[in-house]
């Protein structure tokens, strides 16, 4: 019996820098659009720096509301990786991911403001 397989993820048509550098609008090819605030993409970074290796191990980052996207770097067939204003460029953010980050984008980003509010930190 052969194995399932999961389903590809959805490929991007667009990638675009927007909003004077504090956004990536990214459309798909099943018709879904998301503007991903760089702010969000800043601290959701998939980089370890962030995430940490463990779950429980995730940094709270603040201060990062006016961070800008510096430069998009196609990686392979795959992914892009953002470099940011700020210096940060270590995370690579698959397709996969950003279609992820757009559908989850209303709960993570509420997560990390009461994470920033419970931890006494702020946007900046």
Avoid: C
């Avoid at 800008?68 to 991911?97: M, S």
Wanted: net charge negative.
């Amino acid at each position: 019996m052969p194995e399932a397989t999961a389903p590809a993820p959805a490929w991007p048509t667009e990638l675009r820098v927007v909003n004077d550098r504090h956004a990536l609008a990214v459309t798909f090819e099943d018709g879904a659009r998301f503007t991903l605030p760089a702010e969000y993409l800043r601290v959701e970074s998939p980089s370890a720096e962030v995430q940490g290796h463990q779950p429980d191990e995730k940094i709270t980052i603040p201060g990062k509301r006016t961070v800008r996207i510096a430069e998009v770097e196609p990686v392979g067939n795959y992914a892009v990786r953002l470099i940011f204003d700020d210096g940060h460029g270590t995370g690579l953010y698959t397709w996969e991911l950003l279609y992820a980050y757009g559908v989850q984008q209303e709960e993570k980003f509420g997560a990390y403001l009461k994470a920033l509010e419970a931890q006494g930190l702020s946007r900046g």
